[in-house]
């Protein structure tokens, strides 16, 4: 039994990966912890400066350990973050593999630019949205409500949840992706109005093993638009990973 852990990114929860569920195989057994940084969650982690170690105890509490990890957004950089500390100290990164989506990522400090910022802060809301409407599935949300509930979640972040974000991802340029052996899938979509699809190549491109699978439509969410592609590209890569086999020729939804 393989077994998978799906890590949610900043404002979501657990819920994220729900649509998943019944596309999984029966030799797979998958964990979708709430993270400290849940829509819900934020409060207690508001001040945090080191969520590598946060994401370092979801890792631990899984039975066994995880032979994969899922990222989403967010959540990409503090799991980089704490695989490039273990190959730095010499440490195995304990997992076949791992599963990089939808990320942020800039290799140079000089790539970030003062234009960017409030671009980058007015689109949040937007994608609270968009992550609200595709999880209501067939009982659509009226475009007001859905406004009103995206406002009330980035209310909920507040400055202090999209500095700790903001922070993780002015740091990426000194992560040290070329240094993570494992396996890594880099999943982006080109129609991603959050994370440009150029960093998901970027970062396949940095990473000691990557390889990057880009959907030539859809947005930030794609395990809620495209389900059944999704969990088949995630356990197509766990078999080759547990098969030490190469890069598969691209594949898309």
């Not at 790539?111 to 595709?134: K, Q, V, Y």
Request: aromatic share 10%; with cysteine; hydrophobic share 40%.
């Amino acid at each position: 039994m393989k077994q998978i852990l799906l890590l949610h990114g900043l404002g979501n929860n657990g819920a994220i990966w729900s649509r998943l569920q019944d596309h999984w195989r029966d030799d797979v057994r998958v964990h979708a912890p709430d993270l400290p940084w849940r829509s819900d969650g934020i409060d207690a982690w508001r001040y945090e400066t080191d969520s590598a170690s946060r994401v370092e105890e979801v890792i631990s509490a899984v039975p066994g350990g995880p032979d994969l990890v899922v990222a989403h957004s967010f959540t990409v950089l503090p799991l980089l973050e704490l695989l490039g500390r273990r190959a730095l100290s010499g440490e195995p990164a304990g997992l076949s593999g791992i599963v990089l989506v939808t990320p942020f990522y800039r290799r140079d400090p000089d790539d970030f630019h003062w234009n960017m910022i409030a671009p980058l802060l007015a689109n949040f809301p937007e994608t609270m949205s968009e992550g609200i409407r595709l999880q209501s599935g067939d009982r659509p949300i009226d475009p007001d409500l859905r406004a009103d509930m995206a406002r009330r979640l980035c209310e909920w972040i507040g400055p202090y949840g999209w500095l700790r974000f903001f922070d993780a991802y002015l740091n990426s340029p000194r992560l040290r992706p070329d240094l993570i052996t494992v396996p890594g899938l880099v999943i982006g979509a080109e129609g991603d109005a959050t994370a440009p699809v150029g960093e998901a190549r970027l970062l396949a491109a940095d990473l000691a093993a990557g390889e990057a699978l880009v959907l030539p439509e859809g947005g930030h969410f794609p395990m809620l638009e495209h389900p059944r592609w999704f969990t088949g590209s995630v356990q197509e890569f766990l078999d080759r990973t547990a098969a030490g086999y190469g890069p598969a020729s691209p594949t898309y939804a």
